[in-house]
């Protein structure tokens, strides 16, 4: 009955079951839980979303919203009694206005899209990322996903003007007013920014795009402390205020193991404790080029900087990007690899990687962990060797989210909690913060139909 009238409101062609579910609608990029939904529905529209979830609710079905299926966490794996909803045929570019620098765009085109069709504008989007061939706007906004550029321009939540999104029981809330400032009350299309598919399905978005630099300058810098990496970034900040497009700092077991896995060459002469990868964007590449080796000159004189090399040529910068980029690398070096996103008070960061390191260290001498982070986002990555510890994904996770919970830090700073980190969710959230989005989620799903599971029980 039920699958009978989805096939009649959808099409035949918007509604899947069985072995025709292709299989990568089985789970998402981390593989965790892999599950046949009870079928795979393929909107082409925001009324056929409505008409899908309104049904749903007829017949009390869950609904697993599915984006490009890159999420790190387990969001939208779906389950047995739960139909997966995905947003893949909801992929057009509806308009750009290049005179307000908006971008309105459907869920289901992917983040590479929306770059391209920015880029062909002059314009540029705020938000990147490695998926960004796979992940869609409406998975980016879900997850609320940051990546590379959130130093100069925010995460998603910040880049978004407007949403469109479909409640449970079908209503659709058409948040689409293209303006910086409306001031009505709520803003509720925040509640649906990094909610993970639990508050509803989002459909259509308001995008606020950025010119794009003319120059790009990268460098790599070799540091002696962790508090001098920090130091530097003030100090370019005030120098190139709204420039600095990239702070990725790597601490020498990341740059050791970079380099061993990809075979590649020290960058300095001398082995450094920080190698900090940083751009610069700008206007003319001589003034650039002339004013970064000024500030670098003098952060060196500061004993800010141990070496510095500023890429000369499109091929160097993307060599400096390799080693930053051999986190594509952990699922065949790591055996396997226990990743970890986290987010703590910035001038922390150095002193919890030190104390999480010992506590490793101190159950598992030998252990290899790596640490690197956007740090200038608040934002530290560590990968544990699994095969390097004698011990469960629990324990090792224990050690960090204690540390975590010691520096009042989070357990998620970009990937989102999903299946994978709803134990440790508490370690970041009060009881009544907890409480208050319990609340919210009754009062917009009092069915408990979106998502179920996710996020929290
Ligand atoms: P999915 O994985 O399909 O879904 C993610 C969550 O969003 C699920 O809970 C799902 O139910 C929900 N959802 C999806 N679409 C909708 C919708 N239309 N309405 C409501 N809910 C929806 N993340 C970062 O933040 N920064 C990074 O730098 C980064 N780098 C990555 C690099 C690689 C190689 C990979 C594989 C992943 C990376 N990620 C990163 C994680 C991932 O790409 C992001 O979380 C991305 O935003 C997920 O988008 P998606 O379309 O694949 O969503």
């Not at 389950?79 to 459907?106: G, H």
């Not at 598919?197 to 606020?208: D, K, P």
């Not at 934002?379 to 996770?397: A, I, K, P, Q, R």
């Not at 299946?419 to 907890?434: A, I, M």
Request: net charge negative; aromatic share 6%.
């Amino acid at each position: 009955m039920f699958l009978a009238e989805l096939v009649e409101a959808l099409g035949a062609d918007a509604v899947s079951t069985g072995e025709a579910i292709a299989p990568r609608h089985r789970t998402d990029w981390s593989g965790v839980s892999p599950a046949l939904p009870l079928a795979l529905l393929r909107p082409r529209n925001t009324g056929q979303v409505s008409a899908a979830l309104r049904l749903c609710t007829k017949h009390g079905v869950p609904v697993v919203p599915q984006g490009g299926l890159t999420g790190l966490a387990g969001g939208a794996v779906p389950r047995p009694d739960a139909v997966a909803l995905s947003l893949d045929r909801m992929n057009a570019i509806e308009s750009i206005d290049v005179a307000a620098s908006t971008m309105t765009v459907q869920a289901g085109a992917t983040l590479q899209a929306v770059h391209e069709a920015a880029a062909a504008k002059g314009l540029l989007f705020g938000v990147d990322l490695g998926a960004r061939g796979s992940c869609q706007i409406g998975g980016n906004l879900a997850t609320n996903a940051g990546g590379n550029g959130v130093l100069q321009f925010g995460m998603m939540r910040e880049q978004t003007l407007g949403l469109e999104a479909v409640l449970a029981d079908g209503r659709v809330l058409p948040m689409m007013r293209p303006m910086q400032k409306n001031n009505t009350g709520y803003d509720l299309k925040q509640l649906f920014i990094g909610a993970e598919g639990t508050l509803g399905v989002i459909t259509r978005a308001v995008l606020r795009l950025h010119p794009l630099p003319r120059t790009r300058a990268t460098m790599l810098v070799a540091l002696p402390t962790f508090d001098a990496a920090l130091e530097l970034l003030g100090r370019l900040h005030a120098r190139f205020s709204g420039s600095v497009s990239a702070f990725e700092l790597m601490w020498r077991d990341f740059v050791a193991a970079s380099l061993k896995w990809q075979s590649l060459r020290e960058p300095f002469d001398d082995v450094h404790p920080f190698i900090v990868l940083t751009e610069i964007s700008g206007s003319n590449e001589a003034a650039l080029a002339a004013a970064l080796e000024e500030e670098l000159g003098s952060a060196m004189e500061a004993g800010l900087v141990l070496d510095a090399a500023i890429a000369q040529s499109q091929a160097q910068a993307r060599s400096f990007w390799k080693i930053r980029e051999a986190t594509a690398e952990l699922p065949t070096n790591m055996h396997p690899p226990l990743n970890f996103d986290v987010s703590l008070p910035m001038a922390d960061i150095g002193r919890f990687a030190a104390a999480c390191r010992a506590a490793l260290d101190a159950r598992w001498p030998g252990n290899i962990s790596v640490f690197f982070g956007h740090i200038g986002d608040s934002n530290l990555h560590l990968s544990t060797d699994m095969s390097t510890v004698d011990g469960s994904e629990h324990d090792v996770e224990a050690i960090v989210y204690g540390e975590v919970e010691k520096f009042s830090g989070s357990v998620s700073a970009e990937h989102g909690i999903g299946l994978h980190k709803k134990p440790w969710l508490g370690v970041s959230r009060t009881p009544d913060e907890l409480e208050a989005m319990r609340s919210i989620k009754l009062a917009l799903d009092p069915l408990g139909l979106m998502n179920p599971g996710k996020v929290f029980d």
